[in-house]
């Protein structure tokens, strides 16, 4: 398909932590298109971490578009 896996993204890191704190795609880099999304909190699930809020918002101009909430984890291996 047409301009699928086209997209450029970047990825930002803390540096003191090496944590993932957000990652940005354009479309088009030059028309500065496409979205930005920032990472908040941490829930720990089968040993790996993952953020529990992630915050979407244009490139352009900023405007949120939404936020997801990691609200409850699956264990398919409960603990006896």
Do not use: C
Not at 38 to 50: A, D, F, P, V
């Amino acid at each position: 398909e047409d301009g699928v896996g086209h997209d450029i993204w970047y990825f930002y890191f803390a540096p003191e932590t090496n944590k993932m704190i957000g990652y940005q795609f354009y479309h088009d880099e030059q028309k500065g298109d496409g979205e930005y999304i920032t990472l908040s909190g941490e829930q720990e699930i089968n040993g790996m971490r993952i953020p529990a809020e992630r915050t979407w918002f244009t490139n352009p101009d900023s405007t949120l578009l939404g936020t997801d909430k990691l609200i409850h984890t699956y264990s398919p291996h409960p603990h006896h």
